[in-house]
């Protein structure tokens, strides 16, 4: 099968701009978790989505948000951009979500904000 | 909710030597403790992981060890080789929490020939 891919692989953005990232699971796969990654703050989980629907949120502010689609492809987007959101925002797929449930990484995508 | 915390933050090791990361967790609810190895510019990748209702897991060089009493796991990677460097992260699945990972700060892991 073929892995989780993300795009795009890069981008650079000025503030106030917003941004759309796009993420396709593992065929199968129908969770699909975002986080950012970071120097100073690691992984952090920002939400999850799971047949369109949207049932867990990390600690992040309103700007971020995000979507599922009927074939499971997940986009999140950054509105408002601050010099803060540079970052690797990574998407991560897996079966259902549950704990059971093991979660593969994309690529991730490079957010830089100038 | 859950805290995760990875001690320690760099490690050193002769190739050949063992390498042990610690985690522990703050929520006894977690049930799940994957750990992730992600090389420089590259994504994390699943290593190794052990649910709450084993006490030892093992895969050739790797092992993890789950103290669900003291809330804490540990990863041990034996007979080190330079391409075990990378940085190393643990993580916590919460109990009713889909899809969420909390992980560690990450451990990284230097092995020198």
């Known amino acids: 099968k073929a892995g989780v891919t993300q795009t795009p692989r890069y981008l650079i953005k000025t503030r106030g701009q917003q941004v759309t990232l796009s993420c396709s699971p593992i065929s199968g796969h129908r969770s699909v978790s975002w986080y950012q990654q970071t120097p100073g703050q690691g992984l952090q989980f920002l939400f999850e989505?799971?047949?369109?629907?949207?049932?867990n949120k990390g600690n992040f502010p309103g700007r971020f948000s995000g979507r599922q689609f009927s074939n499971s492809r997940s986009e999140m987007n950054v509105s408002t951009l601050e010099l803060g959101d540079s970052a690797l925002y990574l998407c991560?797929?897996?079966?259902?979500?549950?704990?059971?449930?093991?979660?593969?990484f994309g690529p991730g995508t490079r957010l830089t904000v100038l | 909710g859950e805290n995760v915390e990875q001690h320690p933050s760099t490690l050193s090791v002769q190739e050949g030597d063992s390498a042990v990361i610690k985690c522990t967790y703050s929520?006894?609810?977690?049930?799940?403790f994957p750990w992730y190895k992600q090389e420089l510019g590259k994504r994390p990748q699943l290593i190794i992981d052990?649910?709450?209702?084993?006490g030892e897991k093992k895969d050739q060089r790797i092992a993890v060890t789950l103290n669900k009493t003291a809330k804490h796991f540990s990863l041990h990677i034996t007979e080190t080789q330079p391409e075990d460097s990378a940085v190393y992260f643990c993580a916590a699945h919460e109990a009713d929490s889909w899809g969420k990972l909390q992980f560690g700060a990450g451990t990284q892991v230097v092995v020198t020939p």
């Open positions: 991560a797929s897996s079966s259902r979500g549950g704990a059971k449930d093991t979660q593969y």
């Open positions: 052990i649910r709450s209702n084993v």
């Open positions: 929520d006894s609810a977690s049930n799940y």
């Open positions: 989505y799971f047949s369109e629907t949207q049932r």
